[in-house]
């Protein structure tokens, strides 16, 4: 029996199939995965920042034979980031790599290189599917191309069993995926200046020749694996942070000016994100003449129209701010602390302050969710949004990829149990590969 269909933003309408039917909600995000291993030399590219394929097949694996045990139907949730389509490269060495190319063309040739680099993933995908488990995928800053419908119908065609009459499918959600009474989720690069993608916001589907720029932040971890490479042309591996940036202009400074195209595309990439964050400001597109339309944006379903509205008018003005973030950043002399992640990291908790903004929204409207979940940060975490009765909880599922903060939790997940007889029950998870099993994040856990 496959998992009742909620009715999630993205692709129409879907209610659960009975509403006296019982089902789990697993929700992961930010494999990055990229080209995998190279082609030449057989060790892992240098842009890869994910080494957990057997990991995460295993983890596949267990999660399908314990809701088979159970009796349960689910279905899984991949919030953002499954890919990283900057990391993959398609030139060769001396040439231009096109990592930052975006075009249809680009992407389908990327997303097969990466399935190639990650075979074992893929064939865990592709037995999930024939055992009848529905997979529902929202993009992220990192793999926004599968809102393109070319890129859609590939990936479904790597892993989907058409010949399996169990076999379930891939649902694409460009933004949103909310279950009513359950869930509200998205990737959560939205609500962060330089990764957010306006774009997405009113469309069920990016059209295959619609131009798409990269976000600003992989624009900015281009550069920085630019001057990366110019400096350490022999490692082995590249992590395009701020501080390695910092550090390697100060050290090597020969570096800095091989790189001179790396510094002029960058500061070219700046400007036009300027332009189009005061064109977004809500000022500018008030003089301008263009309003928000009062009705549901496609692909923004189940959710009322007015809440979809004032999630537009978030989102906007998130973006909107980036200038000003920027300048201020100048005016202090510097950027905040970096993490190791490749963008410029984000204001400090801005994602559950986001997920407090949301469920304030969806209140006003009768949309409220006890859950809202969201990636991108690479930090597990659950915490509460607000106080009895308007009590929600915020969660993050943390990432699988080798870009996180410290000595923050890897493999983690988040599960909601959808019973009809009580309220919905979520928990924080980390895969554990050495027990072959699931475990509780404690408290006292540093996420």
Sequence with gaps: ????????????????????????????????????????????????????????????????????????????????????????????????????????????????????????????????????VPIDIVPGNHDLELARPAVQRRLRELVEDSESASGARIEFHPWILHVPGVLYAEHGHQHHDINAAPQLLQTSELPDETALEAPLGSQLGEYITRVLEAAYPAAERLDPNVSALIAVLRARPGAAIVTWRAHLAFARALARHARRARRAAPGARAASGESHRPGAPAGATGLAPASVAELERLVTAAFAGTVRRLLGMAVAGGAPRPR?????????????????????????????????????????????????????????????????????????LVAIEVEPSRQPVAALLAWDDELGAERPVEAEEKL
């Design 340 to 412: 190791t992640h490749p963008a410029e990291p984000p204001p400090p908790g801005f994602m559950p302050r986001a997920g407090a903004a949301i469920d304030r929204i969806l209140r006003d409207h009768g949309d409220q969710v006890p859950f809202y979940v969201f990636g991108h940060t690479h930090a597990a975490e659950r915490s509460r949004l607000g106080t009895p009765p308007a009590d929600a909880t915020y969660l993050n599922t943390g990432t699988w990829s080798e870009l996180m903060r410290g000595d923050a939790i890897p493999q983690t």
């Design 1 to 132: 029996m496959s998992a009742p269909r909620p009715g999630m933003a993205g692709s129409g309408p879907g209610p659960p199939s009975s509403e006296a039917e019982a089902y789990d909600l697993v929700l992961v995000s930010d494999l990055h995965m990229a080209s995998g291993r190279d082609p030449t030399t057989g060790r892992p590219a240098r842009t890869e920042d994910f080494a957990r394929d057997g990991a995460f097949a295993r983890f596949l694996g267990a999660r399908t034979a314990a809701q088979a045990g159970r009796g349960r139907p689910w279905r899984l949730v991949i919030l953002g980031d499954l890919f990283d389509f900057a990391r993959v490269e398609l030139g060769r060495a001396g040439e231009d790599r096109r990592r930052l190319d975006t075009s249809t063309s680009a992407a389908l040739a990327k997303l097969d290189r990466i399935a190639a680099g990650h075979r074992e993933v893929l064939d865990a995908v592709r037995a999930l599917l024939s055992a009848g």
